[in-house]
């Protein structure tokens, strides 16, 4: 084996004027100036932080940021210069040199492209951002990268390489063997003193000293930093996550009209920093401020993952999210749980889902039929006379969109085919999502294009809303309804080095507007509630006087003891997770193990990371984030197995509820309700409506359900609830006069039962009639409980023994 000396001197004799072999000076000198730009290029992605460093510092970054790069560059030209060496034959020569070139064209171009990458994601490409933009149902991050990769950027790569090669070939002619050996020897000492360096401390993210090929080979096979996060959520967990208990908000009185209409009104890629009433600095939803003086706002609602289709499952599943970087849509499309629409639609709301955007995008259309809405609508299924924006582009695919204003105009159409029919009816906004459709006739807000863009495209879904809520006042349902304004995710704009939306859990990614509005219920009320996406359906279900099914995570707002912090994670720049509670914000990074902590109280915009000044409270901080994970894994198990019902929170079992309404004809409805024999109490459906001088329409009916809450003392393992009709009374054949009793729902201890789960007791005394369990006659039905862990447990030893 050759010694180094000796082959430093073999190889510098291959450089002396004159000498005919010119193929390892030109690769000796390629990799010299590849070296060179990669170190503007690693100066460029270090700017900010050297720029704010003294001449010793500034110069450690350098050598911690070129490691990884000259190191590639080091190893890919003295291996190729001792190959072509040590070979004669011209062809294999050739052969080696032609596969050099394109290496050292693709660490170039690499080398490039992250600059773009850490501008847009805060850290290199890898395999968790290519799965999650993938190229038959792509996403915002490769379509934003096709936007700035503009033919001003391939012009400057384009010149980069020739400049590179090029240079390499007129220098080869000049030689310079001295000259290329104290650069090579230089690239491999600053490798020597920046390998010293990665285990420091510097207060810059790891990701801007990563290599773009190491990141993304890397990732290969990695699960993204799950298994961190796993790690950290490895201990014994409570049924609920450990933050403090919420000092709780009043619940509003049950208004004198009745609600019987919900609106979910969702803001697509909308952060609470880009809407007035909640900070923002351009005036661009006039209508969402002026509709808040009938509202309650959350000043502090948070979306626990920011993208679209974790969105969907954390608001129709209300739950926070499977710790996963494939969402639940996608992974378990056919998850058994209950969901929002379809609580919704068996209590008697007839359910739409419209989308401005198309519904295949990322499966949507898959997730919103198994929740259980009636009618779902996008862009295809109607003429939009302001605008479809649509893409021929295969990579795409599913990106077009129509004006939020012709969807706006769908939703009224729907409405409008049964206005008197109670509804709950969906909305996802479109011309916000990337890349941003501005409208018609835009404003000039900002002079950055695509952001001026964003707030225009935000200004018409803003309109669209206020097209919303001028229909429901012109038609006399603003009473009756309950809008809920959400929204979807966040979006950045370069706030801690990011944009779009789902490379971060900053506040610019995670924090949204929230409002419940109604006249009836609001006057204008903000609270400082740390609610989250999740907290949205249980919310409905409670002010809408609908019993709330216990597999749901979320809480209503007005519950007391809830919880006062919210978990949040974005699984694709490392498998980040965080929480907020009070004015505490933690975020820590599952694969390179990074942590921030920000007390949001002095710190809104989170520039100062307290973790690398305040060690005890960043260790308090992360074993409480362990627990949440815990906490929330333990819950994530249980609602996959559905065998852990007996160790979680137990519901409430005091209260026997009953949504009920019935024809009158003498006199209302009445029902006596007994649990395992004993007699539970009575109840009169005095809204149920008079059929004694003419027949009653269903819609009638529907009208007339009202709610019954009837204490009860239960077992420790209750087991059957009875219910009779007490008064049928009929005026005769051929007469409209008759009192029956409709019964829609029970529920008792966090379960409701549905007419499907009734027993007749009496033969042909009542049956199934639409959505609801009539009787007909004086008789009873019974309904089987279901037992819990424990009580299956104890039925199951008192057999074992007999």
């Not at 596969?99 to 660490?107: S, T």
């Not at 269903?698 to 209750?718: H, K, R, S």
């Not at 009496?762 to 609801?772: D, M, T, V």
């Amino acid at each position: 084996m050759m010694e180094p000396d000796a082959m430093a001197q073999d190889v510098a004799g291959t450089l002396e004027p004159g000498h005919r072999d010119r193929m390892v000076p030109f690769v000796l000198w390629t990799g010299v100036l590849l070296g060179l730009i990669l170190a503007v290029v690693r100066a460029v992605a270090l700017g900010e932080a050297m720029g704010e460093s003294g001449l010793g510092r500034a110069l450690g970054l350098m050598a911690r940021g070129l490691t990884q790069d000259w190191l590639i560059v080091l190893a890919l030209t003295l291996i190729f210069a001792a190959l072509l060496h040590a070979t004669a034959i011209r062809p294999l020569r050739r052969l080696l040199l032609f596969v050099f070139a394109a290496l050292a064209l693709a660490v170039l171009l690499t080398g490039l492209a992250n600059l773009i990458a850490l501008r847009m994601l805060g850290a290199p490409l890898t395999m968790d951002w290519a799965a999650y933009a993938d190229m038959t149902n792509t996403d915002v991050v490769l379509d934003y990268m096709r936007r700035v990769v503009s033919w001003k950027v391939v012009a400057t790569g384009l010149a980069v390489a020739i400049g590179l090669f090029g240079g390499a070939v007129v220098l080869t002619r000049w030689h310079g063997a001295s000259m290329i050996l104290a650069i090579l020897a230089l690239m491999a000492g600053t490798v020597i003193a920046g390998s010293s360096l990665n285990n420091s401390e510097s207060g810059v993210a790891l990701a801007r000293f990563q290599n773009p090929i190491v990141a993304f080979v890397a990732s290969l096979g990695r699960d993204g930093g799950l298994s961190g996060i796993t790690s950290l959520g490895k201990q014994p967990a409570d049924a609920t996550p450990p933050f403090n208990l919420a000092e709780p908000i009043k619940r509003p009185e049950r208004p004198a009209k009745p609600l019987r209409n919900v609106i979910i009104f969702a803001y697509e890629s909308t952060p609470a920093n880009q809407v007035s009433s909640w900070g923002g600095d351009q005036p661009v939803t006039p209508f969402l401020d002026a509709a808040l003086k009938h509202a309650l706002a959350f000043n502090r609602a948070y979306a626990h993952v920011p993208a679209s289709n974790y969105f969907l499952v954390s608001i129709f599943a209300a739950l926070v999210p499977e710790l996963s970087s494939i969402s639940m849509l996608a992974s378990r499309p056919d998850l058994d749980t209950v969901y929002l629409p379809e609580v919704m639609r068996a209590n008697g709301f007839r359910t739409a889902f419209f989308n401005s955007s198309d519904n295949r995008f990322q499966n949507t259309e898959g997730l919103v039929r198994t929740a259980g809405f009636e009618q779902i609508g996008d862009y295809r299924d109607w003429e939009c006379e302001t605008g479809v924006y649509e893409y021929s582009s295969v990579t795409d695919k599913y990106l077009n969109t129509s004006s939020d204003l012709c969807t706006v105009k769908q939703i009224i159409g729907w409405i409008e085919k049964r206005p008197k029919a109670p509804f709950f009816v969906s909305f996802r906004t479109g011309m916000t999502h990337y890349p941003y459709f501005p409208g018609e006739d835009p404003q000039q807000f900002v002079e950055d294009e695509t952001y001026n863009d964003y707030l225009n495209a935000l200004r018409v879904g803003d309109q669209s809303f206020g097209k919303l809520m001028a229909y429901l006042d012109e038609k006399g349902l603003a009473e009756e309804t309950l809008v809920v304004v959400v929204g979807d995710h966040g979006e950045a704009f370069g706030q801690h080095g990011t944009y779009v939306h789902a490379a971060g859990i900053h506040e610019e990614n995670v924090h949204i507007p929230f409002a419940l509005i109604n006249p009836q219920l609001f006057s204008g009320e903000r609270t400082d509630l740390i609610v989250g996406i999740a907290d949205v359906g249980p919310t409905i279900t409670d002010l809408m006087g609908i019993a709330t099914p216990s597999l749901w995570e979320g809480r209503s707002v007005f519950a007391r003891k809830r919880p006062d912090g919210v978990m949040f994670f974005s699984p694709w720049n490392g498998f980040l997770v965080g929480y907020r509670e009070a004015d505490e914000k933690f975020i820590y990074n599952g694969n390179t193990k990074e942590i921030q902590l920000y007390d949001l109280a002095v710190d809104p915009g989170e520039k100062n990371n307290l973790a690398e000044t305040d060690p005890e409270a960043t260790s308090a901080a992360r074993i409480k984030l362990g627990k949440v994970i815990a906490a929330h894994n333990r819950y994530i198990d249980w609602l996959l197995t559905q065998s852990g019902a007996a160790s979680l929170e137990q519901a409430d079992r005091s209260v026997i509820e009953i949504v009920a309404s019935g024809t009158s004809y003498k006199s209302p409805p009445e029902g006596w309700v007994m649990m395992d024999g004993e007699h539970v109490g009575g109840f009169k459906v005095t809204t149920a409506p008079s059929n004694a001088e003419r027949a009653v329409s269903q819609e009638e009916i529907d009208a007339g359900y009202a709610t019954f809450n009837l204490p009860v003392q239960a077992g420790e393992c209750p087991r059957r609830i009875e219910l009779y009709f007490l008064n049928d009374e009929w005026a005769g054949e051929g007469k409209t006069g008759d009192t029956d009793l409709y019964i829609r729902s029970v529920s008792f201890a966090g379960t409701t039962y549905y007419f499907n789960r009734f027993e007749p007791i009496e033969k042909k005394a009542g049956g199934h009639a639409g959505g609801s369990y009539r009787f007909w006659r004086k008789g009873g039905a019974s309904i089987d409980l279901d037992l819990d862990q424990s009580c299956l447990g104890a039925d199951f030893a008192a057999e074992s023994t007999e």
